[in-house]
C-alpha cells in the first residue's frame, strides 16, 4: 500500500490538518475495489485510523452497525451517469456508504466525508450524488526551471521558490518529493486534477522539458498521480526549430507536424497518463503560427494531432494582443483583441484543443467586465483562466479573497438572464487557474491566501457555489474552530477579516473598473501614470476634466459592442454602466454623478478613505485572533498587515492627491489631500 506524505514539521499542513480526519479514523471502515486511487483511500483512512483509534475492516462480517462506513467501488449501486470521477453518499442503519463507479470518485467520495465531519456519521441520510459540473479543474504554475534573471523562479509567484523545480532541476530529494505528493494530496481534498508544471513564458531551459528533460517531468507525475491528477506541460511553438534542428515550425508543414507527434509519442512512453500542453503563441513575445502567415486554429489543430490519438488536450490561450502598441492612437485597444483574434474561430478548433480565455478582456484586475470572448464562441471548448496569484491584487502581501469575484464572473450570463452562465459555458474545457502556491511553509506567502487555493477546486466543482460556504468550509478544515476555546469568535474574527477584503482591496486601488496604476515591471504598489504613456495598452487617459476609457460604439474604441445584448447595451451608456465597470467603458467628467448619488471624484476620495480604515480594522480583528491559533500563523499574517496598511495609506495618498490636483476639485468633507 502506498503511504500517506509526510509534511515537515516546519510546513503548513493548511486544510489537511490531523484533527479534520478525527471522525473518519475513529470508526470501522470497509473499503471495496481494486486499483491505485482505491489504495490511497486505503492508506488515507488507515492512517487516519492509526491516529485515532478506528480499524480497517477486511471484509463484511467484521462491520457491526452503527458508526460504520463503506466505501465501495462499483457495486453496491453506484448508478450510471456519475462519471469516473463522480460519488453517491448516504445512511441509514446506521452505516454511511459513499459509492462510486470510478477510482477518482471513491477520493473525492472520501475527501467529501473529510469535509462533512461528525455530521456524516449522524442520523439519516438520503441517497445524494454529487459529480463535478466541470471536467477539468487545472492549475497553472508559472514556474521556471531555472531561476530568471528579472522574473526569478516563480513568474508573478509571492511564495517562494518552485515546489518542483529547484537549481535548475526537479526538485529529486526525498523530502521534496514527499512535498509534492502532499501538495497533490491538498489539491485532490479541493477537487483539483490537472497541474501544469512550468510557465507559459518557455524560456530555453523549460523548453527541454518536452524532450530530453521528460524524465523529470514524469518524476513530478508519479508523485501527483496518486491523488488523481495529471500533469500537463506548457511547451514553445518553437520547439521544432529549437530543440528539433528543423528550419520552421510552420504548423502546416508536414515535416513540423510528425516532429510534434514523434515528441508527443515519447511523451506519452514516460508518462501514460500525461494531460497535454499548454502554449501562449504569438503573445508578449512568445513564438507562434503568425511567423508562418498561420493562424491560431492551424497552430492548434496540428498540436492536437499530436495529442488527440492518446486522449491529450492542447490548453491554447487567447491571451494575446499587441503589447507594442503607440500610446497616442486612440483606436488600439487592448481589452478588443482577444475577441477580434479568436471570436472568427469559433468552430474551426479541433475537438482536443480547448481555448483558454482570461475571466476580463484585460488581465487580472481587481475589476473587470467578463470577456466577451466566453460567450462569442459556442462551437468551441473554452476553460475560463483566474489568476490565484495575487499579481494585480496585493501579490500576497495583502489580504484578497478571491472568491466572490470568481463566484460573481462564473454566474455571469453574456446573453443575458435566459442564458447560459459563465460556469456552464466552461463544460467543455474547465476551470483554469494560475496558481499562487510555492516552497514557502504556508504554500501561498500569506496564510489567509490558502483560501484562494481551496476556491479554484471547489468552484471548478460547483461554479455556482455560494463562495461564502466555500469560505465557511476552508476555515472549519483549516482552522477547527469547533477544536479551540472559543470557536464562535474564531469563525467570526476569520469571516470579517475575509469576506469584504476584494471590495476592501478595490477601494483603495484604482477606481471605477479602470485597472492598472500599478508600478511598471513588479506591478506593487501604486503608480497612476506608471502605463500611461507605454506600448503596453493600459491607460486611464485622466486629464483635467475627467478620466477613464471610452470603449462605447458611439465615440470609442467599440469594445462594448463585442458583447451580445443585453450587455452591449448596457455597457454603451453611461447611464446604464454600473457604477463598478464606469471607468472601464467610459471617460467621464470628475462631476459625473454615479448611480450611488456621488461624483465620480468624491467617490475617488471617500473610497481611498474607506478602504484604508477598513484595513486598519482588520488588523484590529486580527489582533484579537492571537490565543485561538498556531502562534507562526497568527504572526505571519499579523506582519503582512502592517504592509498592507503601509500599502493602503500609500495607494490612497497617491490617487487622491493625484486626482486632487488634476480636476483641483475639493473633497467634499474637508480632509486634507495635498
Ligand atoms: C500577465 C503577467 C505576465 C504573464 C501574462 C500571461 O504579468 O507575467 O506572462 O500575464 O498571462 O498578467 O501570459
Redesign the pocket.
Known amino acids: 500500500l502506498p503511504s500517506v506524505p509526510s509534511l515537515p514539521g516546519s510546513v503548513d499542513p493548511a486544510w489537511l490538518p490531523p484533527e479534520v480526519f478525527r471522525p473518519l479514523g475513529s470508526r470501522r471502515t470497509l473499503i471495496r475495489g481494486a486499483g491505485p486511487l482505491v489504495d490511497t483511500v486505503h492508506a488515507e483512512v488507515a492512517d487516519a485510523c492509526s491516529r485515532f483509534g478506528g480499524r480497517v475492516a477486511r471484509d463484511a462480517r467484521e462491520l457491526g452497525g452503527p458508526g460504520d462506513l463503506v466505501l465501495e467501488l462499483g457495486e453496491g449501486g453506484a448508478p450510471d451517469g456519475l462519471g469516473d470521477e463522480g460519488f453517491v453518499l448516504a445512511r441509514a442503519d446506521g452505516v454511511t456508504r459513499v459509492g462510486a463507479a470510478g477510482q477518482a470518485g471513491l477520493l473525492y467520495g472520501l475527501f467529501h466525508l473529510v469535509r462533512l465531519g461528525e455530521a456524516a456519521f449522524r442520523g439519516e441520510r438520503a441517497r445524494e450524488t454529487h459529480r463535478p459540473a466541470l471536467g477539468s479543474r487545472m492549475l497553472d504554475h508559472?514556474d521556471n526551471v531555472a531561476v530568471h534573471p528579472v522574473?526569478g523562479q516563480v513568474?508573478?509567484g509571492y511564495s517562494g521558490g518552485s515546489l518542483f523545480w529547484r537549481d535548475g532541476l526537479a526538485r529529486g530529494s526525498r523530502d521534496d518529493l514527499e512535498r509534492v505528493r502532499w501538495y497533490g494530496r491538498l489539491l485532490a481534498a479541493c477537487g483539483v486534477n490537472a497541474v501544469a508544471v512550468n510557465?507559459?513564458?518557455v524560456h530555453e531551459a523549460e523548453a527541454h522539458l518536452l524532450t530530453d528533460r521528460v524524465g523529470e517531468v514524469a518524476a513530478i507525475a508519479e508523485a501527483l498521480r496518486p491523488y488523481g491528477i495529471r500533469t500537463h506541460l506548457s511547451v514553445s511553438f518553437a520547439a521544432p526549430v529549437v530543440l528539433g534542428g528543423l528550419a520552421t515550425a510552420d504548423p502546416l508543414e508536414g515535416a513540423v507536424a510528425d516532429w510534434w507527434a514523434e515528441a508527443t509519442r515519447r511523451v506519452y512512453a514516460a508518462i501514460p497518463d500525461f494531460g497535454g500542453y499548454v502554449v501562449?503563441a504569438d503573445?508578449?513575445g512568445?513564438p507562434g503560427p503568425f511567423a508562418y502567415g498561420r493562424g491560431h486554429a492551424d497552430g492548434a489543430n496540428m498540436l492536437a494531432a499530436a495529442l488527440a490519438p492518446y486522449g491529450g488536450t492542447v490548453h491554447w490561450?487567447a491571451?494575446v494582443y499587441n503589447h507594442r502598441q503607440d500610446w497616442r492612437d486612440r483606436t488600439t485597444d487592448r481589452a478588443r483583441a482577444a475577441f477580434d483574434h479568436f471570436a472568427p474561430l469559433d468552430g474551426e478548433f479541433a475537438p482536443h484543443v480547448v481555448l483558454q480565455v482570461?475571466h476580463g478582456p484585460m488581465?487580472?484586475q481587481v475589476r473587470e467586465p467578463v470577456s466577451p470572448v466566453i460567450g462569442a464562441m459556442p462551437n468551441t471548448r473554452l476553460a475560463v483562466?483566474i489568476?490565484a496569484t495575487q499579481?494585480?491584487t496585493g501579490q500576497q502581501r495583502h489580504v484578497c479573497w478571491l472568491g466572490p469575484m470568481w463566484s460573481e464572473a462564473l454566474s455571469f450570463r453574456p446573453t443575458g438572464e435566459e442564458g447560459p452562465s459563465v460556469g456552464e459555458l466552461a463544460r467543455g474545457g474547465g476551470l483554469v487557474a494560475?496558481s499562487n502556491a510555492g516552497d514557502d511553509p504556508f504554500w501561498t506567502g500569506h496564510p489567509l491566501a490558502q483560501a484562494n487555493l481551496y476556491a479554484v477546486g471547489r468552484l471548478a466543482w460547483q461554479p455556482d457555489a455560494d463562495p461564502g460556504a466555500v469560505l465557511d468550509e476552508w476555515i472549519e478544515l483549516s482552522f477547527v474552530p469547533g477544536r479551540t476555546a472559543d470557536p464562535a469568535r474564531l469563525r467570526e474574527g476569520l469571516r470579517a477579516v475575509l469576506d469584504g477584503s476584494w471590495r476592501t482591496y478595490e477601494k483603495y486601488t484604482a477606481p471605477l473598473g479602470v485597472g492598472f496604476m500599478v508600478q511598471p515591471g513588479h506591478?506593487y504598489g501604486p503608480s497612476v501614470d506608471g502605463y500611461e504613456y507605454s506600448p503596453w495598452g493600459t491607460y486611464h487617459f485622466a486629464d483635467r476634466d475627467g478620466v477613464g476609457v471610452d470603449r462605447s460604439r458611439a465615440t470609442g474604441t467599440g469594445f462594448a459592442g463585442q458583447y451580445p445584448t443585453p450587455w452591449a447595451e448596457v455597457y454603451e451608456s453611461p447611464e446604464t454602466c454600473p457604477d463598478e465597470l464606469l471607468l472601464f467603458f467610459h471617460h467621464v467628467p470628475y462631476g459625473h454623478v454615479l448611480h450611488s448619488g456621488d461624483t465620480v471624484i468624491q467617490h475617488i476620495y471617500d473610497t481611498h478613505f474607506e478602504g484604508v480604515a477598513e484595513v486598519e480594522e482588520a488588523r484590529r480583528v486580527w489582533a484579537g485572533l492571537a490565543d485561538l491559533m498556531g502562534a507562526a500563523r497568527h504572526a505571519r499574517v499579523a506582519e503582512r498587515y502592517e504592509e498592507q496598511l503601509r500599502g493602503a495609506r500609500e495607494w490612497r495618498d497617491h490617487i487622491n492627491t493625484y486626482f486632487f490636483r488634476k480636476s483641483g476639485v475639493p473633497d467634499a468633507r474637508g480632509r486634507r489631500i495635498h
Open positions: 508559472w522574473m513568474e508573478r510557465n507559459v513564458n501562449k503573445s508578449e512568445q490561450r491571451f482570461k488581465d487580472f483562466e489568476q499579481e494585480y494560475v506591478h
